[in-house]
């Protein structure tokens, strides 16, 4: 009967781990249940697929989508989703399903029941979903989000086209005008005593003096009217127009520029694009010396059927383009903010590469648009 109270000490022990064993799943269960509460709950959309199928939806995505649970479990979850979006949904579905560092979120777009667009983000993860791998997706409506920024960026699109029009106005209006008729009067005044000796000196004086001052007012008429909108560029189009900015620019600043134009000729390009372009070169010129400590600045144009390159380099100190950006962004500043809206007006990318005291690179690509030939 030695072995008694070894045999009861066993006996304890598995009762315990029996006990043990019985709580571990209940709590497991209980962790469970408390996660599908949570999920069912869930103000986001909450969706788990496999195989190219919804495995789960919760109430969220069913009101999100406008579509029945079992309408969205039957069919290929890609049929909701919108048709160019396919593409890279299925891509980042494919990365997703292999164990790895967590995917970046990601928007896209799903078509609900009523066929409206609901732009959605993304968030992903692997998961086991009743055992199995699947993809447990995070989404939430941001809809009204992309709405508004859609609308500030046709807002600001319409808002450059309304400035450059007005621009274009009043520079004609200075230039054909008011200048023309300042310089008539300047001649009327320089030969009013032509034929009239008996005119006293102090008089002839006066009337130099006036002369002067409408010299200058012409002058300061004409660099408005200039700066509104460079009359070369009316007259020759873009190309002479940047010749001529540059030159001047490197003779003002001190700042070698080189402007080099390629495969540019008898492009006839539409007005739209010859202002965007010529005040990105401005822009971009104006931060150099202002901001950049360069000393030389390279201007290439070139034409890459069907696009059109617009590459600015300067080898000053560089800066955090993210960071500015976003800044530009908060403030509706004209500048970086600008030319991204003026690039995005032609339909086109603009990047910016930067880094510490290894100068800056813009890079404009565009597609070429023709002027419509009248007559
Ligand atoms: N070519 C450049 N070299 C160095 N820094 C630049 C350059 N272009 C822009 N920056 C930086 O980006 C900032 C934002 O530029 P921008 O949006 O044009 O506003 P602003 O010129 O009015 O400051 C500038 O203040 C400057 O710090
Ligand atoms: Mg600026």
């Known amino acids: 009967m030695k072995d008694k109270p070894a045999y009861r000490k066993l006996e304890k022990r598995l009762a315990h781990l029996r006990q043990e064993l019985h709580r571990l799943r209940r709590s497991r269960l209980s962790d469970e249940a408390n996660f599908r509460l949570a999920v069912e709950y869930a103000n986001e959309a909450i969706v788990a697929t ?49 164990p790895g560092a967590p995917a970046e979120p990601y928007l896209l777009r799903l078509i609900d029941r009523h066929g409206r667009i609901k732009w959605l983000e993304n968030h992903s993860v692997l998961v086991d979903w009743d055992a199995r791998p699947a993809v447990l997706s995070f989404l939430t409506d941001v809809t009204m989000r992309q709405q508004i920024q859609d609308r500030i960026h046709t807002l600001s699109q319409q808002l450059i086209r309304a400035q450059e029009n007005e621009r274009q106005k009043i520079s004609r209006y200075l230039h054909d005008n008011v200048a023309q008729d300042l310089s008539s009067l300047l ?20 009337m130099a003096r006036l002369s002067a ?17 460079p009359p070369v560029m009316e007259q020759l189009g873009l190309v002479p127009a940047l010749y001529q ?58 034409a890459s059927s069907p696009n ?39 339909k086109g990318k603009l990047t910016i590469e930067s880094r510490q005291n290894r100068g ?4 404009a690509e565009v597609p070429v648009r023709k002027r419509k030939t009248t007559g």
């Open 50 to 98: 496999r195989e190219g199928r919804f495995v789960y939806v919760n109430p969220k995505a069913v009101q999100i989508s406008g579509y029945s649970r079992r309408t969205l479990i039957r069919r290929p979850f890609i049929q909701f989703i919108h048709p160019d979006d396919r593409r890279k949904v299925m891509d980042r579905q494919v990365q997703r399903s292999a």
């Open 187 to 206: 001649i009327a005044g320089k030969t009013l005593f032509d034929d009239a000796p008996g005119i006293p000196d102090a008089v002839r004086q006066k």
């Open 245 to 302: 900015y540059c030159e001047e620019f490197a003779r003002q600043s001190g700042i070698r520029a080189d402007f080099s134009p390629a495969g540019m000729d008898n492009l006839n390009l539409e007005t739209e694009i010859e202002i965007n372009l010529y005040r990105l070169v401005q822009e971009a010129l104006n931060n150099i010396r202002t901001h950049a400590g360069a000393s030389h600045v390279s201007v290439k144009l070139i």
């Open 360 to 363: 800056t690179k813009i890079f």
């Open 308 to 346: 059109l390159i617009l590459r600015i380099e300067d080898n000053g100190r560089g800066f955090d383009v993210e960071e500015q950006l976003q800044k530009s962004a908060e403030t509706r500043r004209m500048g970086l903010g600008g030319m991204v809206e003026r690039v995005s007006l032609l």
């Open 213 to 229: 001052v409408l010299h200058r007012c012409i002058n300061a008429v004409r660099d408005l009217a200039y700066d509104l909108r």
